[in-house]
């Protein structure tokens, strides 16, 4: 699945959209646990969102903070996991990166919330949202 090339980044104002692509160099699907985290300067890498890329009942996740407002998608066909992210905030604006844990269930995936339960990371893509 390595690496992980992110892509889809950028400058909008507030209220805009982005999409962001996280494309992998093999396949995407079975048992793999990708998400999209955020690292705005000066604090800690947060989870924004979390898909079981084999599926399963109570996927994907979500953060507080973006739920309503992200989707995150896969597709298997292109080896890309998406984040849609529509009525952006400036609080949104931060690095954006996505990850994979190679393995293991759904059931765990439903507990992979921290940025060190992860093994691969994309270079990042950087959204900035103005107000």
């Known amino acids: 699945l390595v690496p992980l090339v992110e892509s889809g980044g950028g400058s909008v104002q507030a209220g805009g959209s982005l999409k962001l692509s996280c494309a992998a160099s093999?396949?995407?699907?079975?048992?793999?646990?990708m998400a999209w985290f955020r690292q705005a300067p000066g604090k800690e890498r947060e989870e924004v969102a979390r898909?079981?890329?084999?599926?399963?009942?109570?996927?994907?996740f979500y953060a507080d903070s973006v739920k309503g407002r992200f989707t995150i998608s896969q597709d298997n066909a292109k080896n890309t996991v998406y984040l849609e992210m529509n009525s952006l905030k400036p609080e949104d604006t931060a690095m954006y990166y996505c990850?994979?844990?190679?393995?293991?269930?759904?059931?765990?995936?439903?507990?992979?919330?921290?940025?060190?339960?992860?093994?691969?990371w994309g270079q990042g893509t950087e959204v900035t949202v103005s107000s």
């Open positions: 093999g396949s995407i699907y079975g048992a793999n646990c």
């Open positions: 898909i079981y890329t084999g599926g399963g009942g109570g996927m994907p």
């Open positions: 990850t994979v844990f190679s393995g293991g269930s759904w059931s765990s995936c439903n507990l992979r919330s921290r940025a060190d339960q992860y093994d691969y």
